[in-house]
């Protein structure tokens, strides 16, 4: 089993940032990707902003230029560096990560986090 633990929500006004963090533990033989996705209520789960283990990086539209997403191999950790945020941007951020537990022949895993609420708010 893999735990993905988020942190770093808050409510912050526009204009303001905030860094989301979340550590992935337990079994974990390699991670191919990691990611960030978000669900503001009434709406369907989106994705936000994904990086790949040589670090390759790809962002929703709506965050390019905003939001930056990077992570810590050695630490099993990505993070999502948020600035000049918009009342729109306001959802629960959910952690999602793409790997393998004991070896490159084992099947895929995919994890997700318990999410974390980002209020955006003045």
């Known amino acids: 089993q893999v735990q993905l633990v988020e942190s770093g929500g808050g409510l912050v006004q526009p204009g303001g940032s905030l860094r989301l963090s979340c550590v992935a533990s337990g079994r974990i033989f390699s991670i191919a990707a990691m990611g960030w996705y978000r669900q503001a209520p009434g709406k369907q789960r989106e994705a936000v902003a994904g990086i790949a283990s040589g670090g390759v990086t790809n962002y929703a539209d709506s965050v390019k230029g905003r939001f930056t997403i990077s992570r810590d191999n050695a630490k099993n950790t990505v993070y999502l560096q948020m600035n000049s945020l918009k009342p729109e941007d306001t959802a629960v951020y959910y952690c999602?990560?793409?790997?393998?537990?004991?070896?490159?022949?084992?099947?895929?895993?995919?994890?997700w986090g318990q999410g974390t609420q980002v209020t955006v708010s003045s």
């Open positions: 999602n990560v793409f790997g393998k537990r004991v070896s490159n022949d084992d099947p895929p895993f995919i994890s």
